[in-house]
């Protein structure tokens, strides 16, 4: 069975691409996730994207795989309980990860 999550690509007036994550990702949906999330990037025209976790419930090392894939090129927006998370992976030594 595939854990429910949701997708919304919108743009920042500076043309910065948000990908807007709702749900739980984990290996069930993490391969949905993963193509959302590379598919942003390349709509990404200033070449950032900002990946907007505020209203993620639940991420696995599946999920997390995905996000270090494109470490290089996104953002993190984080609940202040998922950023411990990003930090313990080393993911948020790559890339900036932003409490909100």
Known sequence: MTT???FST???PDGTCVL??????????????????AGAAV??????LVVDLTKVEYLDSAG???LFAH???????ATPLLAPVLTISG????????TG
Do not use: W, Y
């Not at 709509?43 to 950032?48: M, N």
């Open 4 to 6: 429910p999550l949701t």
């Open 10 to 12: 919108s743009s920042r």
């Open 20 to 37: 807007a994550v709702v749900g739980e990702i984990d290996m069930s949906n993490a391969e949905t996730f993963a193509t959302a999330l």
């Open 43 to 48: 709509r990404a025209t200033k070449g950032q």
């Open 64 to 66: 997390l795989a995905a």
């Open 71 to 77: 470490a290089d090129q996104i953002q993190i927006l």
């Open 91 to 98: 993911l948020a030594d790559l890339t900036a990860v932003h």
